[in-house]
């Protein structure tokens, strides 16, 4: 990894928590630039690094970038701009994160401190896996999803692109689960979802619907 050059898109709270990582993992950070399009943190101290407008990134000669953004629909749309742009998407892993050597996780993803990675499990382009999520074995998780703290996919769970699984959220071993869809803080997902829906409680019981026809 080309160390000195990184942009890191993102200076909220999740831009936090992956600059926290990325310092804890990289030697080097003396050429890193963080951005983000929020005006009001232009200028401000962020762990050490002042906070620069994304402006003329795009610019930039091709260097490695992190999108750093919680949503998965705003992560995914930076993501595609820069990666556009020539620049080569890099994967955060927090040193205390557990990967099976046997998983797979594809460019500009994110495991946090205590996330697990169970052999065969294969994560897209730009997925969070954060604190202390588990995705078990044989499971797959599409690009730009979201597994929030503390969720636990069992074996052989499926996800598809740009979903949210919810804090402390657990998907019984086998389930699959629509493109676009949101599981709720806390739900307990016993049968498969269907995409763009929200599915809450235990057992889950669908709360909304979206119409995509
Ligand atoms: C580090 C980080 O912070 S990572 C961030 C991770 N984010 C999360 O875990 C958040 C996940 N989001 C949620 O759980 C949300 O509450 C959602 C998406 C399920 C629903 O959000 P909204 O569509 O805004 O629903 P809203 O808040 O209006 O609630 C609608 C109803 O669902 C209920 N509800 C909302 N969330 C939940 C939940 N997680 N479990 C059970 N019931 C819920 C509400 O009480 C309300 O019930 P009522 O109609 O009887 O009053």
Same mark, same amino acid.
């Given at each position: 990894m080309r160390t000195k050059e990184i942009l890191l898109y993102g200076a909220g709270g999740h831009g936090k928590v992956v600059l926290d990582a990325l310092l804890t993992s990289?030697?080097? +950070?003396?050429g890193l630039l963080v951005v983000d399009a929020?005006?009001? +943190?232009?200028?401000t101290e962020f762990l050490g690094f002042v906070v620069a407008m994304p402006g003329n990134c795009l610019a930039l000669a091709p260097r490695n970038f992190h999108v750093s953004i919680g949503r998965c629909d705003v992560r995914r749309s930076v993501h595609e701009q820069l990666a556009g742009r020539g620049h080569e998407a890099m994967t955060v892993v927090h040193p205390e994160a557990v990967v099976s050597r046997f998983a797979r996780v594809e460019s500009g993803s994110f495991l946090a401190a205590r996330s697990v990675l169970g052999p065969g499990a294969a994560v897209g382009a730009g997925v969070v896996v954060n604190h202390g999520a588990v995705v078990d074995h044989d499971c797959t998780v599409g690009a730009f999803s979201h597994i929030a703290p503390n969720a636990t996919l069992g074996g052989a769970v499926r996800i598809g692109p740009g979903v949210l699984i919810g804090a402390g959220a657990v998907v019984l071993p086998g389930v699959s689960i629509g493109e676009g869809a949101t599981i709720g803080a806390g739900a307990v997902v016993v049968s498969d979802v269907a995409g763009f829906t929200t599915v809450v409680g235990v057992p889950g019981r669908v709360l909304q619907q979206e119409s995509r026809a």
């Open positions: 990289v030697d080097d +950070l003396s929020n005006p009001e +943190l232009h200028g």
